[in-house]
């Protein structure tokens, strides 16, 4: 792809720093994928959603890639698919972790994973940093207070972003990272929060 992964422009050397407004469009792109994944008469659930995995073309647009550890979902009266654990440390759902129970919520995690690496502009796991070493732990207490929430966004949108949008990508993205599955979103509604900002 032209433009490369998200990763090479969220952590990489050399890049130009995504605007905000392409950093939604970006994670909208994202949404809608994982929508059409989700919603398939046999679902497809990704496994590995990671900011290295989405890959931009020309006009940024995302696309969706490395699907080899996707798994079909669950079907008739199955709440869910039971599988080795696999993925990217970090990215993971604590349940799919701690179970090997995978449902398509498990995405919706991964997703509030990016999310934050959108705002933040860190890796979601970052030996350099110290104390902040997992940006969910780090962001927690951060996603749901408006004025502190400028701490943890991206030095590099040098402040060029909306900030009751910031507090609404934020809040969504605290939804996703719910440890109760249950209270997480379905991607058609992350959706449309993505949409309507």
Not at 91 to 109: N, R, W
Not at 112 to 124: A, D, K, S, T, Y
Not at 152 to 175: C, F, H, N, W
Request: net charge positive.
């Amino acid at each position: 792809m032209p433009k490369g992964s998200l990763a090479n422009h969220l952590f990489g050397r050399g890049h130009q720093s995504l605007s905000w407004e392409i950093r939604i469009k970006v994670a909208t792109g994202v949404a809608r994928g994982l929508s059409f994944l989700h919603d398939r008469e046999i679902q497809v659930i990704h496994r590995d959603i990671k900011s290295s995995a989405i890959l931009l073309d020309g006009e940024y647009d995302a696309k969706l890639s490395d699907f080899s550890l996707a798994r079909y979902g669950p079907t008739g009266d199955m709440t869910h698919v039971t599988t080795q654990v696999m993925g990217t440390y970090g990215y993971a759902a604590p349940e799919y972790i701690m179970t090997g129970q995978l449902t398509a919520k498990c995405d919706v995690y991964s997703f509030g994973v990016v999310l934050l690496e959108l705002l933040c502009g860190r890796r979601v796991i970052d030996t350099r940093v110290g104390k902040e070493r997992n940006l969910v732990e780090w962001t927690t207490p951060y996603l749901g207070n408006k004025r502190r929430l400028s701490r943890i966004m991206d030095k590099a949108l040098e402040g060029q972003y909306p900030q009751s949008g910031a507090y609404k990508v934020a809040t969504l993205a605290s939804r996703c990272l719910s440890f109760d599955p249950k209270r997480r979103p379905r991607m058609t509604d992350v959706l449309v929060a993505l949409e309507q900002l």
